[in-house]
């Protein structure tokens, strides 16, 4: 395995706003508390330990234990759930949705960041504990988001009427996906794996919660792994307080609105991940997960007849709280509630509506965690390295816009020179004297000039457009192999991670994937990973 690291500026594919905040840009200091370090962590060790009460913990160790009643776990796992209700352990939490057959290959990525921070913790303070959470996003309802994978091109799609939270779904159907793919992957013993693995997750699970429990903690247990659904009525009696502040004193709408003003002020190449609403809750019933609206005084739920008064909804919430499901907004409080948290990690676009977070936090007076872009990775197996290094292409190029590294890569293997920067040189020179004479002339000659010298430096740019053109036709199977290789290696013009699979890895590697993967990725490097593959 050989380890390349890139800047994340320097790979075109994350957003100004968290090549900013990578780089500790001042201006934005204010939307974070304490900046992903190992000086940070101990700083955040002190304040959650101080805020994270006794009574907290034990309300969720004995959630955890009922949601891992049924589940195979390791030993490790376990070990970690009891550990939570020790003052001296916290957590690092990633979350992420439901996706079938965990979906795009970040998922891993995300997994595995946590994992390695937390060992990279317990090496740094090991007086304390620090455990790996996966949240699973099973009160979402965007079902097309989640229902599909894609593996060498072909999308494999779990068709099937859904409404209200995907972790309620029954898995019946998902027999159909698993035909298709078990009749694609073919029947290496990798291949034999992932069918079992798909099967026992999906087809021995009644629903999309626990199949994916399962899924998650047969790929990571060993690195004991938590995996907590919130849609848990105990968890959930722990958010009730937060909930009336933000139903009735829309505490985050006021804050989270007045945060967005200030954000786009500080740039306008920062774009506004979410908006929040006045009420940020949603309520769960009977496969629906309707809006929460207030309308003169009384609270509605949307594509419903429900409603409610005031004090109607006060003892629903104090009843039955499983019934109020936080939107993205409100979500990373809750984890933060019923968490020991130190740091959540997540893509470029969860951080960024993290980064618009901090003074809700403040009025609820709820400690902010850390915030850590997940690790990227680019995956190049042996084969791909050898055309690449054939072709002479660099880890770097890679990242150039297509056509940008196809202009590079003519230019530096044609024959000829197509590059006109002296003859330009040599132009502006003469130029020069024109403009010295003009000068002393006439200097209503200037503009005339000026005119010509921009003529004739189009000209030239013309010519070195046709003479590249040409060549790229001369030279047309290179430019084939550039595209081919670098199609293989950003399907759609994306990132690698955004689109594939780990299927198709794990067909090449098998059970090696993992640890491999864990032995390659750094969490608080902040730099973009390209891994060649042996």
Not at 223 to 235: A, F, R, S, T
Not at 318 to 323: F, I, L
Not at 351 to 369: C, D, G, R
Request: glycine residues 4%; proline residues 3%.
């Amino acid at each position: 395995m050989d380890i390349d690291c890139l800047p994340l500026d320097k790979t075109g594919y994350f957003s100004k706003l968290i090549c900013d905040y990578i780089a500790e840009d001042v201006k934005l200091k204010p939307l974070y508390h304490r900046f992903p370090s190992i000086e940070g962590f101990k700083g955040q060790i002190d304040e959650k330990r101080k805020s994270f009460t006794k009574e907290q913990r034990t309300i969720l160790y004995r959630s955890l234990s009922n949601q891992y009643q049924q589940v195979n776990a390791s030993e490790q796992t376990r070990e970690n759930i009891a550990l939570l209700k020790e003052d001296n352990t916290f957590t690092i939490v990633t979350g992420h949705q439901l996706n079938l057959f965990t979906g795009p290959l970040y998922f891993l990525y995300k997994i595995i960041s946590t994992i390695n921070l937390a060992k990279e913790l317990k090496t740094a303070f090991p007086e304390n504990n620090f455990v790996p959470i996966y949240w699973m996003a099973t009160e979402d309802h965007d079902f097309e988001e989640i229902n599909y994978f894609n593996y060498k091109g072909l999308k494999f799609q779990w068709n099937k009427k859904a409404s209200g939270a995907v972790g309620h779904l029954s898995t019946e159907g998902l027999n159909e996906v698993f035909n298709l793919f078990a009749n694609t992957i073919g029947d290496s013993k990798n291949a034999q794996d992932l069918k079992e693995l798909f099967e026992a997750s999906y087809l021995e699970h009644d629903n999309l919660t626990d199949a994916t429990r399962y899924l998650a903690n047969e790929l990571f247990s060993q690195y004991g792994l938590v995996v907590v659904n919130g849609d848990d009525k105990e968890l959930k009696k722990m958010l009730v307080p937060f909930m009336k502040k933000d139903i009735f004193e829309q505490i985050a709408f006021d804050k989270v609105s007045a945060t967005i003003v200030d954000l786009e002020k500080l740039s306008m190449d920062y774009t506004v991940q979410v908006n929040p609403r006045e009420i940020n809750y949603f309520y769960l019933a009977d496969g629906v997960r309707g809006r929460i609206v207030e309308s003169k005084g009384k609270y509605y739920v949307n594509d419903t007849e429900l409603s409610f008064t005031k004090e109607e909804l006060v003892h629903e919430m104090e009843n039955s709280p499983e019934r109020f499901s936080p939107n993205v907004i409100a979500r990373p409080l809750y984890q933060e509630v019923i968490l020991p948290n130190l740091c959540y990690i997540g893509g470029g676009g969860e951080i960024a509506y993290w980064l618009e977070l901090k003074s809700t936090f403040q009025a609820m007076n709820v400690p902010f965690p850390i915030l850590l872009v997940r690790n990227s990775a680019l995956l190049i197996t042996d084969k791909q390295a050898d055309k690449l290094a054939r072709m002479k292409i660099s880890k770097s190029d890679l990242f150039l816009k297509q056509s940008s590294l196809i202009n590079k890569k003519i230019r530096e293997i044609s024959n000829i020179d197509i590059d006109f920067t002296p003859q330009k040189k040599a132009l502006e020179a003469q130029f020069e004297a024109l403009y010295d004479l003009a000068e002393k002339t006439d200097k209503s000659f200037l503009g005339a000039v000026k005119a010509q010298e921009v003529k004739q430096k189009k000209g030239l740019d013309a010519l070195e457009k046709r003479l590249l053109k040409a060549q790229k036709i001369k030279l047309k199977d290179h430019v084939i192999r550039l595209t081919e290789i670098q199609n293989e290696l950003f399907p759609r013009q994306s990132l690698q991670e955004r689109n594939l699979n780990f299927a198709e890895f794990y067909l090449a590697y098998g059970k090696e994937l993992i640890p491999m993967l864990v032995k390659a990725l750094q969490p608080l490097s902040l730099d973009f990973t390209v891994i060649t593959c042996t």
